[in-house]
């Protein structure tokens, strides 16, 4: 088992920028890969980025290309998002994830964390 914490969320205005960590505690962290997913009032869950095992290889939504960076340090079981260039469309609760089996599909991430909201204001 993986448990994960996120941190970082808040309100901020568009242009600005947002920090978004993971802590991860419990199963090697090393050992899984991790993203980003986050979920809009009424809508579904989507992919946001994601991190291989060891950090060399990122994904990307295509909404969020240049503006976000995903990273990790496998030493400090910790995940990030930098958000960048914040757009009101990014308002979401979003969602550290671990483990999973299709790194753009949601619904194949093992672990989650309770979510942190981040509001875009224009």
């Known amino acids: 088992q993986v448990h994960l914490v996120e941190s970082g969320g808040g309100l901020v205005e568009a242009g600005g920028s947002l920090r978004l960590s993971c802590a991860a505690s419990g199963r090697t962290f090393g050992s899984i890969a991790m993203g980003w997913l986050r979920q809009a009032p009424g809508k579904d869950r989507e992919f946001v980025a994601a991190i291989s095992r060891s950090g060399i290889n990122t994904y990307y939504a295509d909404s969020v290309k240049v503006r976000f960076t995903i990273s990790r340090d496998n030493a400090k079981n910790t995940v990030w998002l930098q958000m960048n260039s914040l757009k009101p469309e990014d308002t979401a609760v979003y969602y550290c994830?671990?483990?999973?089996?299709?790194?753009?599909?949601?619904?194949?991430?093992?672990?989650w964390g309770q979510g942190t909201q981040v509001t875009v204001s224009s």
């Open positions: 994830a671990g483990a999973p089996r299709n790194y753009y599909e949601p619904k194949t991430y093992d672990y």
